[in-house]
């Protein structure tokens, strides 16, 4: 018998030893819980007036669209500075040095004395300078050409920035206007979601306390409410996908701020 709750009692304790090893390894994964973007609550949302558009613009001048052209802007005005010097390359200049001792071994010998080795050497040192002048025509006459057509590329680039840059802002705009029109759209389906739980519940104590045959008016008034909460559902989405859009366009996060 004595056994019998000896086994008992480590069953209980195994079970306990588990549930703990268990809300132990509940409570090491919590806290790696996979990152979920704030959103604006309702009121948040039809509350919330957006920034001046002019600050929109500001900020996407930092755009990594525009930075790409302005690097290609900036080459092409760094091949600029080099085309308009291409004229150095016509001329060169050449200086040199020389230092050194020259020597000569002379062998002298007569019929009177004997074979004898005179040496005689000096230190001598030279230095020249010069210059040379060489002029491709071909070249010669076409340096002006070089350098306008040069130029108009670094104009083309800064063409092309702007034109990028008002592609940007257009789409700023029509974010911000899209936006603005979902913000009244999201106050009206509000409303609407208010306007049908009320009239639901109105129905809804009528057919209990009257028994009347109102099937037909609940069904109808349930499926209203159920469009409208599908429509407010899709305007919050749509809201979301354009604040993040315009965030990114512009390099602004305002919806925090």
């Known amino acids: 018998m004595g ?11 195994a ?16 806290p790696y819980e996979s990152f979920v973007p704030q959103t604006l609550t309702t009121n948040e949302y039809i509350n919330y ?31 600029l500075k080099a085309t308009k010097r291409d004229w150095l390359q016509y001329f060169s200049v050449r200086a040199g040095y020389t230092y050194g001792i020259l020597g000569t071994y002379t062998d002298q010998e007569s019929q009177y004395t004997p074979l004898t080795t ?8 030279s ?4 210059a040379n002048i060489i002029i491709p025509f071909n070249r010669f006459f076409s340096h002006r050409v070089n350098v306008k057509k040069q130029k108009e590329l670094v104009k083309n680039a800064e ?57 037909r008016s609940l069904s109808d008034l349930k499926h209203s409410q159920k469009v409208a909460k599908i429509e407010y559902e899709k305007i ?10 315009l965030e990114l366009i512009s390099n602004i996060h305002f919806r925090n701020q």
């Open 3 to 13: 056994a019998k709750y000896i086994i008992i009692a480590c069953l209980l304790c």
């Open 15 to 30: 079970d306990f030893v588990c549930l703990a090893q268990e809300k132990q390894k509940r409570d090491s994964i919590l």
């Open 49 to 79: 007036q957006l920034p001046p558009l002019d600050s929109l613009f500001e900020g996407a001048k930092t755009n990594p669209r525009l930075k790409a052209i302005g690097a290609s802007i900036e080459a092409a005005r760094n091949d």
């Open 118 to 125: 005179v040496y005689s050497g000096a230190t001598q040192n």
């Open 127 to 130: 230095w020249s300078v010069g």
């Open 159 to 215: 063409y092309t920035q702007q034109i990028k840059f008002d592609e940007i802002k257009n789409e700023i705009i029509e974010l911000y206007c899209n936006i603005q029109y979902q913000l009244k759209l999201l106050k009206l389906a509000t409303e609407s979601i208010t306007l049908y739980n009320a009239e639901y519940q109105v129905a809804e104590l009528d057919y209990i306390n009257n028994k009347n045959n109102k099937d």
């Open 236 to 245: 919050i989405n749509e809201l979301n996908i354009m604040f993040l859009k």
